[in-house]
């Protein structure tokens, strides 16, 4: 079997993948299972042919009450029962980018697993990070004492064992390993189901807890502090440029700190014959009476553009806040890229900074959107000469490796 990683040619690597998404979108849209529900899907074909149903079943397994031990979905639990779920036992980012690049080791299974230290569980700043970061208590701008303390949102990104396992074999949770990756001229492929999530969280009351799916994070102080899920990213490797779904809790449009909807919603599955953002969620898929029945499907993306060339937008108000007009999540991730210059490893800009795409607003940035462009990875694409960039998959993850 040809390695994952493997010298391909780009050109011919993108035809055969135009030509499978033509192949699926001609396949017959068959229902899917919804059986057995705590199962995770893995097909191809619904996940081109129906993808906001797709979405709803990855939702529904990943968010299924986990057997910790095992890492996997409890089969006797209730749905809904308010408890870790199964993308909570994945591994946190964090625990795989480790410090120096050192191996994290094999995927564990058959304890109980330790709790994941704030500070490699979420994306934080550190005072020295950005040292002069500020934020406002009581209505008077203040340093940053704790990163983790004084947040309003929490983020995290886990990953599946596929992913895990894929990264740890070809080293690229250590920056040498990605360098050596570009420099054999190596093709990133991860495998067919390899799986990443990007949560949200924010402190909540106790009262509102019938309307989130919580944590209980504990602070560096010793006191502890209830979070509840305000979105959550759901990426599979289903197709070549992977399955991308987007949730958010129905409350985030009205929170004071946020800045509504800023694109509509699209879920023709919980909206069949109705507007597709009719903002409600589906039913006869087990939400009833849950805290899911509180979550949306923001929308799905499998394409760049639609059929028309138009390109395809697809935001979060909470994981993309302050770009959502520009937000695509398949263009976004295509940046996701390694170069060299001199003996130092560059990455392409996260965000849109050139004369075309440029916002000089601080707080309004401007995401990618549309086809990705060839001279992207180019060897002026860092802004100097160098070798080109090396996509790595649409996993912006690899970046944080050391």
Same mark, same amino acid.
């Given at each position: 079997?040809?390695?994952?990683?493997?010298?391909?040619?780009?050109?011919?690597?993108?035809?055969?993948? #135009? =030509?499978?998404?033509?192949?699926?979108?001609?396949?017959?849209?068959?229902?899917?299972?919804?059986?057995?529900?705590?199962?995770?899907?893995?097909?191809?074909?619904?996940?081109?042919?129906? /993808?906001?149903?797709?979405?709803?079943?990855?939702?529904?397994?990943?968010?299924?009450?986990?057997?910790?031990?095992?890492?996997?979905?409890?089969?006797?639990?209730?749905?809904?029962?308010?408890?870790?779920?199964?993308?909570?036992?994945?591994? /946190?980012?964090?625990?795989?980018?480790?410090?120096?690049?050192?191996?994290?080791?094999?995927?564990?299974?058959?304890?109980?697993?330790? #709790?994941?230290?704030?500070?490699?569980?979420?994306?934080?700043? /550190?005072?020295?990070? #950005?040292?002069?970061?500020?934020?406002?208590?009581?209505?008077?701008?203040?340093?940053?004492?704790?990163?983790?303390?004084?947040?309003?949102?929490?983020?995290?990104?886990?990953?599946?064992?596929?992913?895990?396992?894929?990264?740890?074999?070809?080293?690229?949770?250590?920056?040498?390993?990605?360098?050596?990756?570009?420099?054999?001229?190596?093709? =990133?492929?991860?495998?067919?189901?390899?799986?990443?999530?990007?949560?949200?969280?924010?402190?909540?009351?106790?009262?509102? /807890?019938?309307?989130?799916?919580?944590?209980?994070?504990?602070?560096?102080?010793?006191?502890?502090?209830?979070?509840?899920?305000?979105? #959550?990213?759901? =990426?599979?490797?289903?197709?070549?440029?992977?399955?991308?779904?987007?949730?958010?809790?129905?409350?985030?449009?009205?929170?004071?700190?946020?800045?509504?909807?800023?694109?509509?919603?699209?879920?023709?599955?919980?909206?069949?014959?109705?507007?597709?953002?009719?903002?409600?969620?589906?039913?006869?898929?087990?939400? $009833?009476?849950?805290?899911?029945?509180?979550?949306?499907?923001?929308?799905?993306?499998?394409?760049?553009?639609?059929?028309?060339?138009?390109?395809?937008?697809?935001?979060?108000?909470?994981? $993309?806040?302050?770009?959502?007009?520009?937000?695509?999540?398949?263009?976004?991730?295509?940046?996701?890229?390694?170069?060299?210059?001199?003996? $130092?490893?560059?990455?392409?800009?996260?965000?849109?900074?050139?004369?075309?795409?440029?916002?000089?607003?601080?707080?309004?940035?401007?995401?990618?959107?549309?086809?990705?462009?060839?001279?992207?990875?180019?060897?002026?694409?860092?802004?100097?000469?160098?070798?080109?960039?090396?996509?790595?998959?649409?996993?912006?993850?690899?970046?944080?490796?050391?």
């Amino acid at each position: 079997m040809k390695s994952a990683i493997a010298r391909n040619n780009p050109c011919a690597l993108m035809s055969a993948m #135009l =030509v499978l998404l033509a192949t699926l979108a001609m396949q017959p849209a068959n229902a899917l299972d919804w059986r057995d529900r705590s199962t995770e899907p893995q097909d191809a074909a619904a996940a081109a042919t129906r /993808s906001d149903e797709y979405a709803w079943r990855l939702f529904v397994a990943l968010n299924w009450p986990a057997d910790l031990r095992l890492r996997a979905p409890d089969r006797l639990a209730r749905f809904g029962a308010e408890r870790p779920v199964v993308w909570e036992t994945w591994q /946190s980012v964090g625990d795989v980018y480790m410090k120096h690049g050192v191996d994290p080791g094999p995927w564990v299974i058959g304890s109980r697993p330790q #709790l994941i230290p704030p500070e490699r569980r979420f994306e934080v700043f /550190s005072p020295k990070d #950005l040292p002069n970061a500020r934020h406002i208590v009581g209505g008077v701008m203040v340093p940053f004492q704790d990163s983790i303390a004084s947040a309003r949102r929490l983020t995290e990104i886990r990953m599946n064992r596929s992913a895990f396992d894929f990264i740890r074999a070809h080293q690229l949770y250590r920056l040498q390993g990605q360098i050596r990756t570009l420099k054999d001229g190596a093709v =990133v492929s991860f495998p067919f189901g390899a799986k990443e999530v990007k949560a949200k969280w924010r402190p909540i009351r106790q009262s509102e /807890s019938t309307r989130y799916h919580t944590t209980v994070v504990t602070l560096p102080d010793g006191t502890k502090r209830l979070f509840g899920l305000t979105a #959550l990213h759901i =990426v599979s490797k289903d197709l070549p440029n992977w399955f991308w779904a987007t949730f958010e809790h129905v409350d985030n449009p009205s929170l004071a700190d946020g800045e509504g909807w800023q694109l509509p919603s699209r879920d023709s599955f919980a909206c069949h014959n109705e507007a597709a953002d009719c903002n409600r969620p589906p039913t006869g898929i087990g939400l $009833e009476g849950t805290v899911w029945q509180y979550y949306r499907l923001r929308g799905t993306q499998i394409r760049y553009t639609n059929s028309a060339g138009q390109p395809q937008l697809l935001a979060n108000s909470e994981l $993309e806040a302050g770009m959502q007009p520009t937000a695509s999540c398949m263009t976004c991730h295509s940046r996701a890229a390694i170069g060299v210059a001199g003996h $130092e490893a560059i990455r392409l800009a996260i965000f849109a900074t050139g004369d075309d795409d440029a916002s000089t607003d601080a707080v309004r940035r401007r995401g990618f959107f549309g086809e990705p462009r060839a001279q992207w990875f180019g060897p002026d694409a860092g802004g100097q000469k160098g070798p080109r960039y090396r996509q790595l998959d649409f996993v912006w993850s690899m970046l944080k490796a050391q």
